[in-house]
């Protein structure tokens, strides 16, 4: 059984959503443009590792923000299909502390899985 760990909504078209599962050896981060009639992979080259919480970046575009075990990872071309560059952060902090993440520059404060 898979462990849905986030939903998140683009500030700038509520019809596109992220989906990411918390588990080991499964695809971990989706993508839906249509509200999710369908989705699509865009775990790229990601690790395999739980993803702990999904964002679209503020600064709009096809940017977006996961935190994982393994940090703060980010993209700039979400790409359905599967072949999103993910890249870490090493200069972004990510405490994960129940769903509390804070990112440097960036603080997003989800304080129950509730919240979605």
Known sequence: MFTVSSIAEDP???GHLLATYSNYGTTSVWETT??????SSVEGNLPDMPIRWAIFSPWGGDSALLATELGVWSTTNLNS????????N?????????????VSRIRLAIVSSNTW
């Open 12 to 14: 700038f078209d509520p």
């Open 81 to 88: 299909g599967g072949t999103t560059d993910w890249a870490s």
């Open 90 to 102: 090493q200069y972004w902090s990510c405490e994960l502390q129940g769903r509390y993440v804070a």
């Open 34 to 39: 249509d509200t999710g009639s369908s989705w």
